[in-house]
């Protein structure tokens, strides 16, 4: 079945004028959604505690309040904290502070999905997700255009609720790209899936691997960090710009042929089965469960990860390299 791409006959503009939006959280999403929605003409309030996010409102014109302050203010509140403290964070500073038809929003659906949220009667909830980093978010629409995003409702939500979700995606820009309908464990299980096989996961082990394999073998780090993590870039915009048929068209014959003779040796069925293994820990709800505890237990797993990670070799090689080219940092 083809998913839904809302025409801009379906969006009602106005449904958010008179209504103050709170945006919770003044990180990269969150400061791009408050400059978007100021610059379409919706009433913006910032939650944001002291720091160097309040800092940043400040300096951006806001006038940041407490969280509970600006829950009481608004119609619409969107949460765009670290997944991590949602649960926290709502049950002892917002959830007091709402009434019946408000709007809690997030840009990802994990603190819906797994029920870490527990909405009083009468609030709604909507998913209004932008593909695409903050600063992306902001850019595209500062140059007249906008990134798609996907909107999801609950299944008992009432029809305003989608009817604010589709203004508000709008004022961030997101119709200009296409707003697409989904549902919130669609959006929740592709996005950690695409992160933990592909996008982070998958990609950081490859190259590590891969970069470990070239210098075991006596190959120079250096050779190694430029093969398998610099030119990494130059394929991924490729992809990102084209898709695949289009990066295999743009590289060389060497490189096609070699994509051809050996990328189903390193993804091959026992990977592809692994994958499936992974989508279902999803699913069933195992990797959140994992995840809430590893947060609950202070972080561990992720703090070892991290100080194994700053002492790899390939991080010692591209630190230096890196400093030949300051252009990367532009």
């Known amino acids: 079945m083809a998913t839904r791409v809302f025409s801009s006959e379906e969006i009602d503009p106005l449904a958010l004028v008179g209504q103050r939006v709170a945006i919770i959280g003044y990180g990269a999403q969150g400061r791009a959604h408050a400059l978007n929605l100021r610059d379409s003409g919706i009433d913006v309030v910032v939650g944001q505690r002291p720091g160097v996010g309040f800092q940043s409102a400040v300096a951006d014109g806001f006038e940041p309040v407490a969280i509970a302050a600006a829950v009481a203010q608004a119609r619409v509140i969107n949460l765009l904290l670290p997944d991590e403290v949602h649960g926290v964070v ?86 200009r790209a296409g707003i697409f309908e989904t549902t919130i464990a669609a959006e929740t299980e592709t996005d950690l899936f695409g992160e933990q096989v592909v996008l982070c996961g998958g990609v950081n082990e490859l190259v590590i691997q891969a970069f470990d394999t070239l210098v075991e073998a006596g190959y120079q780090p250096e050779l190694a960090y430029f093969e398998c993590l610099h030119e990494l870039m130059l394929t991924v915009d490729l992809l990102h710009r084209g898709g695949v048929a289009y990066m295999r068209k743009m590289i060389s014959n060497t490189a096609e042929y070699g994509d051809l003779v050996s990328g189903n040796k390193i993804i091959d069925a026992g990977t592809k089965q692994r994958m499936r293994e992974i989508l279902a820990g999803i699913q069933n709800g195992e990797f959140a469960r994992q995840w809430i505890s590893e947060v609950e237990a202070g972080m561990p797993a992720l703090a070892k990860q991290r100080q194994q990670t700053s002492q790899l070799l390939i991080e010692e090689v591209g630190r230096d390299l890196r400093t030949r080219m300051p252009w990367l940092q532009t």
């Open 90 to 175: 709502f049950s002892q500073t917002i959830a007091p502070a709402l009434r019946p038809g408000q709007v809690i929003m997030a840009c990802h659906g994990f603190s819906f999905h797994y029920g870490l949220l527990k909405l009083p009667d009468g609030v709604d909830f909507v998913l209004v997700a932008p593909k695409g980093a903050g600063p992306q978010v902001r850019r595209q629409f500062e140059l007249g255009g906008g990134v798609p995003c996907l909107i999801a409702t609950g299944p008992d939500s009432r029809p305003e609720t989608l009817r604010l979700g589709l203004a508000y995606a709008a004022a961030l820009g997101g119709a």
